[in-house]
């Protein structure tokens, strides 16, 4: 084999041996351990050293290409005439891997990630050390400095305890191989057996000359003794036997090693030394060149003689050159003149256990009393190659489907999880340590919890939860116990202690525990999980009818309809059912299947009016109560849908000056209906199923008295007086009054007394004659009411201002002063509670008066309620004409609703300014004659 590769392409290569050694046993020899700092590789060179050949080119790139992507890697080297195979492993613990590994870390790696790469790394090379040990004879560890590393003791601990695990997969994979039944059984050819070799670092240097360290701890001779016999070892030597000492009985206090060496990982020679320690370099490198030629010279003169040729030649050499283990050597530098012992070589160190191997003699290191034989079996490269082939197969690099299921029980997560005990100390305290934390979180979690809590409060004490974990919880397993106490609280939340997160219309939210809601025609379960219930947030209020002659009990809304209009609908059989109405135009299907119309306030009008012709009725009429003949057809109220008043219709008028609706002849559409409530960013021609308004007649124009205001409950004393509203009626000139009068004016010149001018009447709503008989006057009376959440009702005379009545005649303030400006929507409450949460009262009725005159007043209500981008809302008809002669009430929404969501309730700290009814809502018409 003329140059190293990698362990995968020599079993795939099928190397072709030379007919005189392919019968001949293999003695596979594998090299591992760590590297110093240099940018020499120790390991790499030893093979150098062992081979008498330059194999690895010791600052070259080639390891680089059998690495794998954790940095390890395995690199083959077959000697023939030797038959020795040199398997030598690179991990992270070498140098250059470590820059690779340590360059493939990105910087914004976290600790808990670099932590799982380089444990993932340190199993990737346990598996490569268990393969080592499955197939090796002999093993030499390396280390870059003469002091044991006991961190070794417990990555053999885990090996054992890895093997064990996977012996019985190892078996399987073997079964078939041509090999010795002892080899299927154990998995390996034999106990191998483990050698160290440990490099003089410059705490410890050996010097050949005088003054060096060997010659100056020699001693003295003895008195008598005999100057032939060595004093003492080397230091050198004395420090092997000192770490052979400690390595052994720090193996065998942990269990590594036992008496019975066939049932241990390896085993360690009783009676041979098995610690090698490697000089340092010499400070003198020509002076070691010279040495190194002088020695080779020396060795080819004595070898001039031999005759042999071939690959025998290397054998005899062998053990014709080889010298004894120790030799005396007289040291002509001492002062003393005695001789010392000369230490082995490296080659001759390890080659006493290769020829062990070569010769078939095995190893006999079971000791005690009855020590038991540990089977032996020299392969061939053919044999070794198929066994070593299938385990390679299994724990390194899977490629043959048949073994793909044993290769992934070998190298899954469950049999490498025996290893994180034994390497990963860091993780084991960090679990320890975040396990007795989790239960301090969970009570901090669990602390002052109501039985049922929202998403905030969950959110809250799951805070509070991760502090205290903080606290107490270190090390790489902080982060995976985090998330897992974060779904433990979920857990226990969702268990039965989630609140319904379902907030009413006015801001409450409700009171159950998770739970859904009934179908249509299916009751209420409790039992169920989850139970099936209707919201309930536990605020109830009192509220009165659409004409507001009787009030009752509301549950708090959590939909539109329930809101402004079930409630309402349910008082009407009781009270204002039968009164007179005019109808505001609802969704009327076509279909038996209507769907809601889809979100398209964003879209620009334009984009709405196309393609929808077709499924639109050609005509629909708006329902008025018969004998009213201001009706407006549907299409011609629909159409000022999306140009509403105010900045959200796009109109370009200031504060105060709204623009108006223009009418758009347009029709409604009988397949999609509106979700939500009309306002200024819907599309056009569309109409909810429901009206959220009411208008209703109470009776004629004298059924109010001004005297005595609304005959109604739930009012505050003193403020059920409407506003007197004086317009100014344009009627026919002079000339046709004077035409139409009769001729006699002695008569009609002066009224007789208590008589009344003709077309002039008395009392509320009547008409004043003006000065010169051309302009009259009538009365109309006009009122904004107020009602809380108790039911307590006011009239309000403007922004912030309760009407107060303390003597007869009504209320002296006119009403053109409420309607030229914007109205709140809420006002603080006058009759306030005792907490110190104010108490609002919302605008729900527009009572108007309309006298029996040739007088158009035409009803524009918009409301805004909220503050931008809040849109405009209005009724369905978004101008209605009052006839004459009636006692009206507009009854307002109780809830404003868009597609996006309610609009909620001013809270504390937000002004009122923001919600509130526009100016304009009332005007009067007197350019043309009342209708007949």
């Known amino acids: 084999m003329a140059a190293p590769m990698s362990l995968g392409s020599l079993l795939q290569s099928k190397l072709v041996e030379d007919p005189l050694y392919r019968d001949e046993g293999l003695c596979v020899l594998g090299i591992f351990g760590k590297s110093a700092l240099q940018p020499v590789s120790a390991k790499e060179s030893l093979v150098n050293t062992l081979a008498d050949k330059h194999v690895f080119l010791l600052f070259g790139p080639e390891e680089e290409a059998g690495s794998s992507a954790q940095g390890s890697s395995i690199r083959a080297y077959y000697n023939e005439e030797s038959r020795v195979l040199f398997l030598v492993l690179t991990s992270v613990c070498d140098n250059r891997q470590l820059l690779r590994a340590c360059e493939a870390l990105g910087s914004g790696t976290g600790h808990a990630e670099a932590h799982e790469l380089w444990k993932g790394c340190e199993k990737q090379h346990c598996l490569q050390l268990l393969y080592l040990f499955s197939l090796c004879h002999v093993l030499l560890l390396v280390h870059p400095t003469c002091a044991f590393d006991v961190t070794y003791d417990r990555l053999f ?26 080899w299927k059984l154990n998995c390996r050819p034999c106990p191998p057996r483990l050698l160290f070799v440990f490099q003089m670092n410059g705490a410890l240097k050996v010097g050949g000359g005088a003054g060096g360290l060997g010659s100056a701890s020699s001693g003295t001779d003895a008195p008598g003794g005999n100057p032939e016999k060595p004093k003492k070892h080397s230091p050198r030597r004395r420090l092997q036997h000192a770490l052979e000492d400690q390595i052994y009985r720090i193996f065998r206090k942990s269990r590594v090693l036992t008496n019975q060496s066939i049932n241990c990982l390896f085993t360690v020679p009783a009676n041979q030394a098995f610690v090698y320690v490697l000089p340092g370099p010499d400070e003198d490198p020509v002076g070691t060149l010279l040495g190194q030629l002088r020695a080779n010279c020396a060795l080819r003169d004595s070898d001039a003689s031999m005759s042999l040729t071939g690959p025998r030649r290397y054998q005899q050499m062998r053990h014709s050159a080889r010298q004894p283990s120790f030799t005396v050597e007289s040291s002509a530098s001492s002062s003393t003149g005695s001789g010392q012992l000369v230490d082995c070589t490296l080659k001759e160190f390890l080659w006493q256990h290769v020829e062990l191997v070569l010769t078939k003699k095995g190893f006999d290191d079971s000791v005690g009393r009855n020590p038991q034989p540990s089977h032996f079996e020299l392969p061939s490269y053919s044999k070794w190659a198929q066994v070593a082939e299938r385990l390679h197969q299994v724990m390194l690099d899977c490629r043959d489907e048949e073994l793909a299921e044993l290769a992934l029980k070998v190298q899954g997560q469950g049999l490498l999880k025996v290893l994180e005990g034994f390497l990963d100390a860091d993780a084991k305290f960090s679990e320890n340590r975040c396990q007795k934390a989790l239960p301090l979180a969970h009570s901090a979690y669990q602390s002052n919890l109501p039985h049922n809590y929202t998403t905030t409060v969950h959110k809250n004490q799951l805070a509070q939860a991760l502090r205290v974990y903080s606290q107490h919880a270190r090390g790489v397993a902080f982060q995976r116990y985090a998330l897992q106490l974060h779904d433990d609280c979920y857990k226990f939340w969702s268990n039965g202690h989630q609140l319904c997160e379902e907030r009413s219309l006015t801001d409450q939210h409700c009171v159950h525990k998770f739970h859904q809601l009934p179908k249509t025609g299916e009751k209420t379960e409790m039992d169920r ?56 135009p609802v969704f009327q299907p076509s279909t038996p299947d209507p769907a809601p119309a889809c979100d398209e306030a964003d879209e620009p009008p334009e984009a709405e009016a196309g393609g929808e012709g077709e499924q639109l009725k050609e005509k629909e009429a708006v329902g008025h109560t018969p004998g009213d003949s201001t009706s407006l057809s549907l299409a011609l109220s629909l159409g000022q849908s999306t140009d509403s008043l105010g900045p959200y219709g796009g109109g370009d008028g200031g504060e105060g000056q709204e623009k108006r609706p223009s009418l758009v002849d347009r029709q409604a559409s009988t397949v999609e209906y509106l979700p939500g409530m009309l306002h200024s960013g819907c599309p056009k021609g569309l109409l909810p199923k429901f009206s ?80 010169r ?59 306030q509670g005792r907490g110190l949460k104010p108490h609002y009262a919302q605008l729900t009725r527009l009572f108007i008066v309309v006298p029996d005159a040739p007088l158009d007043l035409i009803l524009t209500p918009q409301i805004q309620p909220g503050p931008p981008p809040c849109p405009v809302f209005h009724p369905e008809q978004a101008e209605v004409v009052l006839p004459p002669d009636g006692f009206w009430v507009l009854r307002f929404p109780y809830a404003y609703v868009t597609e996006r969501g309610p609009c909620y309730p001013p809270k504390e700290n937000q002004p009122l300014a923001s919600y509130r009814v526009l100016r304009g809502i009332l005007r009067a018409n007197t350019a043309s004659p009342a209708p007949q």
């Open 692 to 771: 959220s308004w009411s208008l209703v007649k109470l009776g004629p124009a004298k059924a109010y008295n001004c005297h005595i205001g609304l005959e109604q409950p739930g009012f505050l004393p003193s403020s059920a007086f409407l506003l007197p509203w004086d317009v100014v009626i344009r009627c026919r000139p002079e000339e046709e009054m004077g035409l139409s009068e009769p001729l006699d004016t002695g008569s009609s010149s002066w009224p007789a007394p208590n008589k009344t001018l003709p077309g002039k009447r008395g009392g509320a709503g009547g008409l004043g004659r003006g000065r």
């Open 157 to 182: 601990r885990a090996l054992d305890a890895l093997r064990q695990k996977a012996l019985p997969l190892l078996r399987a994979a073997i079964k078939d191989c041509p090999v010795s039944k002892e």
């Open 529 to 584: 999980n989850p139970p099936i219930l209707h919201h309930n947030s536990r605020g109830r209020s009192t509220s009165s009818c659409n004409c507001g002659r009787k009030q009752a009990q509301r549950e708090d809304p959590f939909d539109i309809k329930a809101a402004n209009y079930d409630f309402y609908q349910m008082l009407e059989e009781k009270c204002c059912g039968k009164l007179e109405r005019i109808h505001f």
């Open 773 to 831: 008989g051309r302009d009259d006057v009538a009365r109309a009376f006009v009122g904004f009411e107020y009602e809380d959440s108790r039911g307590r009702r006011f009239l309000s005379c403007g922004p912030d201002k309760v009407v107060k009545v303390l003597g007869p005649g009504g209320p002296k303030e006119p009403a053109t002063r409420v309607l030229n400006c914007d109205m709140p929507l809420y006002i603080p409450s006058p009759a």
